[in-house]
């Protein structure tokens, strides 16, 4: 299994920073691409970043204001994702989920964090 826990969501003004960090654990042999997703209240879950080996893809409206970033632990057991965020706007306000693909033994599966809230407001 993998399980992955997201943190460092909170209130920020907007242009403001954050840094959202997930901690994924269990069996990353068995992980390729990990990322990140947002949910606004009333909208539909939404994809933001993603990042495989050393190649990174953002959304639209994220491109340019938002990283992403991975280490690995040298035992193979634990990983650490990040979403560097600056520039925030009241629109980026949502749970922000840390989001994982199954490979190889996993294919096929989807592994989610239980999210994290990011507030922009002034």
């Known amino acids: 299994q993998v399980q992955l826990v997201e943190s460092g969501g909170g209130l920020v003004q907007p242009g403001g920073s954050l840094r959202l960090s997930c901690a994924a654990s269990?069996?990353?042999?068995?992980?390729?691409?990990m990322g990140w997703y947002r949910q606004a209240p009333g909208k539909e879950r939404e994809w933001v970043a993603r990042?495989?080996?050393?190649?990174?893809?953002?959304?639209?409206s994220v491109w340019g204001r938002f990283t992403i970033s991975r280490d690995f632990a040298r035992d193979g057991a634990r990983s650490m994702v990040y979403l560097e965020m600056r520039d925030l706007r009241p629109e980026d306000t949502a749970l922000y989920y840390c989001?994982?693909?199954?490979?190889?033994?996993?294919?096929?599966?989807?592994?989610w964090g239980q999210g994290t809230q990011v507030t922009v407001s002034s």
């Open positions: 269990g069996s990353m042999r068995n992980i390729g691409a």
């Open positions: 989001h994982a693909v199954g490979v190889n033994y996993f294919r096929g599966r989807d592994f």
């Open positions: 990042i495989v080996d050393a190649r990174t893809d953002y959304s639209d």
